[in-house]
């Protein structure tokens, strides 16, 4: 494990400093003492499309949620974007302000319309202008292929559009770093596809992402290195190609050959 | 293979049934049902003709008819009357702004507007009111109309203005009853009838609203203190008779408030002890609205950068209060009701100058008739909310779910 980091640091096509710095990161849900993650490790680089796979209950979404301070933890560090994942809350605003994130639920606010959906963090947090905000919306409906349904509720929509609306407000922040929590796994299976190809586009169009999915062709084409979760920790980091192929832990073997 | 699509069909259509049709199904359709028929027809019978006979042949009607004034402005003084017609003016025209902004159809009245003004008319004309009241409620009707007509031209992007205009009206009302400014100040010893359960009713729910959200929000604090608090103001008003609130507020509140507040009046206090009463209960109201927002709406307003005030006010307020307007107004009915109560501390609003007409030694005796009317004063009133609040609710529920 530590040795995937090191050589993917001394690789030179990838920019130096990575984008997500987790060192060690330890949390207990308060609730019911439960220690969910154990001492979790992990370098996003820029641009560089990260995929985590792993059992339910694995602790995926417990990780990656704080990433943008969605969830607390209790030992270790996180550093997004060069800032520091503290307390102050100062830090917590400017992180989230780099940081979108995409639901498995959508969680799509069902009292405005697509447009005040995406349009709502831009000018409330950003501060631009109603009429700058709208047009960036639109260009990213249009991108997303919702630009029509832009008057309507989320309520009117499938599900498949609803997400690729949730998509559209996330990058409407214009976000460094994209988190996504197993954003098809709601979907009925005709709409996976139409949500997945944006993500695809949008993982060509260089943004750092990190996802939690269980679509192996996604994984397999898009990611440039998969993670597998297991029990708090992380078991494997390949490419995907020794991912799928050739997986080292016996661990990601049994997980693979559950999923395929 | 190519299989033919069966061709769509339309829907059944269902048959309307005649009237006979109607009767034998849902009247006559079993013996029992025939005899329970006829047993409720004839109750019905009996009490509607019972109660026609005593409205229009016992009933002694001048005890109203002789005393309008006092129901509705009570002793207020008429060379100040202008002042209240003045204020309803104010309102109808922006009633009549908001109604016509919130109708979306061409038709320029529907038919239950056309029954309202044929009501209003008829009761301009009807009533045994003096001239000038008359000229002044045709100028009403003909403001409230020109707001109509001018609320159904202005653009929907107005519609934040609204409430606004709501709140410049309230402060402009109060200044039009109370005088100072330039106006001659009135004392609220003849504040009184209707117009003071007017007053007191809308100022405790505009008050008590803000206060309830906040006490809700404090139930949900993250903050220890600020929790324990609220809730305790919130489990020890609700344990605690509204009367019993109100002599508080009367004899208790000048204890503790600061000296220049001391003689604070009586009305005020009134309005003290509603406001403190009733923001209690639609605490709770709000907070059963805070509980059915998912988690997950507020998660992602954080996720977007917002912080804590705006995903409150922009993301998770608005849909608790939407999901329990009912409860709202239920709570806003109620307390307008309660407004009675205020006679037994002798603030003569409506019911108070029931009271006080019913001592007078000719009228001695007519309790039914005094009481019907204001009955239907205050069923007015909350009937005319529970449907704004239907209005409201059917409004906001436009494409979504
Ligand atoms: N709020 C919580 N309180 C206590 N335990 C939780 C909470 N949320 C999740 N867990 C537990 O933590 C574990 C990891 O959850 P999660 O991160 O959602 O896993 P995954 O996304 O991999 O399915 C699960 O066993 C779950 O039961
Ligand atoms: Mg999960």
């Known amino acids: 494990m530590t040795q995937q980091t090191i050589t993917t640091e001394t690789d030179a096509s990838l920019p130096q400093k990575p984008a997500i710095i987790a060192e060690n990161v330890h949390k207990w849900y308060a609730s019911n003492k439960f220690h969910v993650l154990r001492g979790v490790s992990l370098n996003v680089y820029r641009g560089e499309v990260v995929v985590i796979m792993g059992p339910s209950g694995s602790g995926k979404s ?83 292929g919702i630009l029509e349904q832009a008057r309507k509720y989320p309520g009117q929509l499938s599900g498949g559009q609803q997400q690729r609306v949730a998509i559209a407000r996330a990058l409407a922040m214009q976000p460094k770093i994209m988190l996504f929590d197993e954003p098809t796994s709601a979907l009925d299976p005709e709409m996976v596809r139409e949500v997945l190809d944006v993500m695809r586009s949008l993982a060509q169009s260089g943004i750092t992402m990190v996802v939690v999915t269980h679509e192996v062709g996604f994984a397999r084409e898009v990611a440039d290195r998969i993670v597998l979760m297991d029990g708090g920790v992380i078991v494997e980091e390949a490419t995907p190609q020794e991912f799928f192929q050739n997986p080292k832990e016996e661990r990601t073997q049994k997980f693979l050959s559950q999923i395929l | 293979m190519q299989t033919e699509l069966p061709p769509p069909v339309a829907p059944p259509i269902s048959r309307a049934s005649s009237p006979w049709e109607w009767m034998r199904v849902n009247l006559f359709s079993t013996w029992y049902n025939i005899i329970l028929t006829i047993v409720c027809v004839v109750i019905i019978v009996v009490g509607i003709s019972n109660l026609l006979r005593w409205v229009f042949d016992i009933a002694q009607w001048n005890v109203v008819v002789t005393n309008l004034q006092l129901f509705f402005v009570g002793r207020f003084p008429p060379e100040l009357y202008w002042r209240v017609w003045l204020s309803l003016g104010v309102l109808a025209c922006l009633a009549g702004i908001a109604w016509g902004f919130s109708r979306t159809d061409a038709r320029w009245l529907s038919h239950s507007t056309l029954i309202a003004l044929g009501v209003i008319v008829a009761a301009v004309i009807l009533l045994p009111i003096p001239l000038s009241s008359r000229l002044w409620l045709v100028t009403i009707a003909l403001v409230a109309t020109i707001g109509y007509a001018a609320g159904r031209q202005l653009p929907p992007n107005l519609s934040s203005w609204l409430p606004v205009m709501w709140g410049v009206a309230f402060l402009l009302v109060w200044w039009l009853i109370k005088g100072g400014l330039g106006l001659a100040p009135t004392p609220t010893t003849v504040w009184s009838g209707l117009l003071l359960t007017l007053l007191t009713a809308t100022t405790s729910i505009i008050l008590s609203f803000p206060l309830g959200v906040l006490l809700a929000l404090g139930r949900q604090s993250p903050l220890p203190v600020v929790r324990g608090l609220s809730t305790l103001y919130i489990e020890v008003i609700r344990g605690l008779p509204l009367i019993g609130i109100l002599f508080l507020a009367q004899v208790m509140l000048p204890l503790f408030l600061p000296p220049w507040f001391r003689d604070l009046d009586r009305v005020l206090r009134a309005i003290a002890g509603l406001v403190l009463f009733s923001a209690a209960y639609l605490a709770e109201n709000v907070r059963g609205g805070l509980q059915a927002v998912p988690r997950g709406q507020a998660e992602a307003a954080k996720a977007l950068g917002l912080g804590a005030p705006l995903t409150v006010s922009l993301i998770v307020l608005p849909q608790a209060l939407k999901a329990v307007i009912p409860a709202i107004v239920g709570q806003f009915i109620s307390l307008f009701k309660d407004t009675s109560l205020l006679a037994l501390f002798g603030l003569l609003e409506l019911t108070g100058i029931a009271r006080s007409i019913l001592a007078q030694p000719e009228f001695i005796g007519r309790y039914a008739e005094v009481y019907l009317f204001i009955g239907l004063i205050y069923w007015i009133f909350c009937y005319g909310m529970s449907q704004a609040s239907r209005n409201l609710e059917r409004k906001l529920n436009v494409g979504q779910r």
């Open chain 1, 62 to 144: 417990t990780f990656i949620r704080t990433f943008n301070a969605l969830e607390e933890y209790q030992q270790g560090r996180i550093e997004i974007d060069g800032i520091e994942l503290s307390h102050d809350l100062r830090n917590i605003d400017a992180i989230r302000k780099e940081v979108g994130m995409v639901f498995q639920q959508f969680n799509l606010f069902p009292h405005l319309t697509v447009l005040d959906n995406v349009t709502l963090a831009p000018i409330w947090v950003r501060r631009w202008a109603k009429k700058r905000a709208e047009e960036v919306a639109m260009q990213l409906l249009e991108k997303v």
